[in-house]
């Protein structure tokens, strides 16, 4: 293979792609879902009800990411913190594969968009389920792409992922979301005869239907289907997680946010391309999301990429059509010197990337991480010296206590699901020292705080 100039380009991206992926993955709720894997191998179950605290011991627990759990904890055995890291880079990586695919213009272009696009999304990439949901977004939004601009029909392929995605995530409301406003935007593009519009609009309503059957194979039942609803109803969860409240802008990570929806609304302005109304109304729905929930900044920035690069090429077309010397040519085939420069320069830039990789998987720079954001020290020290009566605990050490003290039940932890409004209210009054905290601790029996 001739290694263009072009080529040499788009192999440092996608190289330099998976080492901006390769970090520290691991968050407080990495362990709780460890945790719950490790208890599903060792017991040959499914585990659907609590054994972690002993506020809701033996409670039923809708436990929507169990087949994300058992490879957690297959991966964690075999490969550590390491094979964690690796395994959320190769995911981020997959995933920004398939919005490459599902962009239009040059190499250049297409590299700036998914960089820009990383940059936004790299807050969220964690160890954790909800990372498989980025990448299952990401092929939703591909497949959706070939039917929509290369009238190639893959839509057969959305009811399995779906199967996937509500038994992987929770987050599996995101294909519904992708699908319907594409069925939306069909339905607005096309105001013909009703024959023509039924005609265009059968495929998608009977891959919903069957999308809608797939969410029912799963543990739970057609329970799984409100499940969404009962997540964002929880009060505490906007009022007190970080994630799941709006941005704040005055946070570096947001602050990118903002510089891709500028960015993408500026292409779109200055693009002679009119707006097709299924991007736009992508675009309006995802950016809600975000700026309702920081969390879904993620799932935004795979959505926005493909519209970003649509206009944005063409508004570069624009500009070269004005200004031809901008126009950047490139020769099939480049002499033998400057093609073996860039083998040379493909080379060191592959092995900085190995170097950059090898860091978060050298186990002990993961568990530096980890101990300065957990209690590592107080659970090392209670391995010791174990306490008689009940703990209470903060809701972030929640998930690491679980994890490292299997025989000290917890207070709480990040299965907000688990536990209502009404019980995770009661804890933040007894963390904040609120009047009336001292009976918590008395009801509970608590003696390790």
């Not at 990586?93 to 490459?100: E, P, R």
């Not at 309503?205 to 997540?231: E, R, S, W």
């Not at 926005?304 to 090429?313: E, K, Q, S």
């Not at 020290?377 to 050490?397: E, H, R, V, W």
Request: aromatic share 12%.
């Amino acid at each position: 293979m001739t290694l263009t100039t072009r080529r040499l380009a788009t192999l440092i991206f996608f190289i330099g792609l998976l080492a901006m992926a390769a970090r520290v993955a691991v968050d407080s709720d990495t362990f709780w879902h460890l945790r719950a894997g490790e208890w599903m191998l060792d017991n040959r179950r499914l585990l659907n009800f609590d054994a972690f605290s002993h506020t809701r011991a033996g409670a039923s627990w809708v436990n929507h990411s169990w087949l994300s759990e058992i490879p957690m904890a297959l991966i964690f055995r075999a490969f550590g913190f390491s094979g964690l890291n690796l395994a959320t880079a190769i995911i981020v990586w997959l995933a920004f594969f398939f919005v490459y695919h599902s962009g239009e213009g040059g190499s250049y272009l297409r590299a700036f968009a998914i960089v820009l696009a990383a940059a936004t999304s790299a807050v969220y990439w964690s160890a954790r389920p909800q990372i498989v949901s980025m990448l299952l977004a990401a092929i939703f939004g591909y497949v959706l792409h070939l039917y929509r601009w290369r009238n190639i029909n893959r839509l057969w392929l959305l009811p399995p992922l779906m199967w996937l995605l509500v038994n992987l995530h929770g987050g599996f409301a995101i294909g519904f979301i992708l699908l319907g406003v594409t069925l939306a935007g069909s339905v607005l593009r096309h105001q013909v005869s009703l024959r023509h519009l039924v005609s265009e609009l059968s495929p998608f309503a009977i891959v919903g239907l069957a999308c809608v059957a797939a969410v029912l194979v799963n543990p739970y039942g057609p329970q799984m289907l409100f499940y969404p609803f009962k997540t964002v109803s929880i009060g505490v969860l906007q009022n007190y997680i970080q994630e799941w409240q709006s941005p704040n802008f005055h946070s570096r990570e947001a602050q990118v946010f903002i510089v891709m929806w500028l960015t993408t609304f500026g292409a779109v302005g200055l693009s002679r391309r009119r707006l097709d109304v299924t991007d736009f109304l992508l675009f309006a729905a995802f950016s809600a999301l975000a700026l309702l929930a920081g969390r879904n900044i993620a799932v935004f920035a795979v959505v926005a990429a493909p519209i970003l690069m649509r206009h944005a090429d063409s508004a570069i077309a624009e500009l070269q059509d004005r200004f031809p010397k901008l126009k950047i040519e490139e020769t099939p085939a480049p002499p033998r010197r400057l093609a073996a420069l860039n083998w040379v320069l493909l080379i060191v830039v592959a092995a900085a990337a190995v170097l950059k990789t090898a860091l978060p998987l050298n186990p002990a720079t993961t568990l530096e991480a980890v101990a300065r954001v957990s209690p590592v020290g107080a659970a090392n020290y209670l391995k010791q010296n174990p306490t008689p009566g009940q703990m209470f605990n903060s809701y972030n050490f929640g998930g690491y206590l679980a994890w490292a003290l299997r025989d000290v039940p917890v207070f709480v932890d990040g299965r907000t699901d688990l536990y209502d409004d009404e019980f995770l209210n009661e804890y933040l009054k007894t963390y904040l020292a609120d009047p009336g905290w001292e009976k918590t601790l008395a009801e509970h029996d608590i003696r390790l705080v």
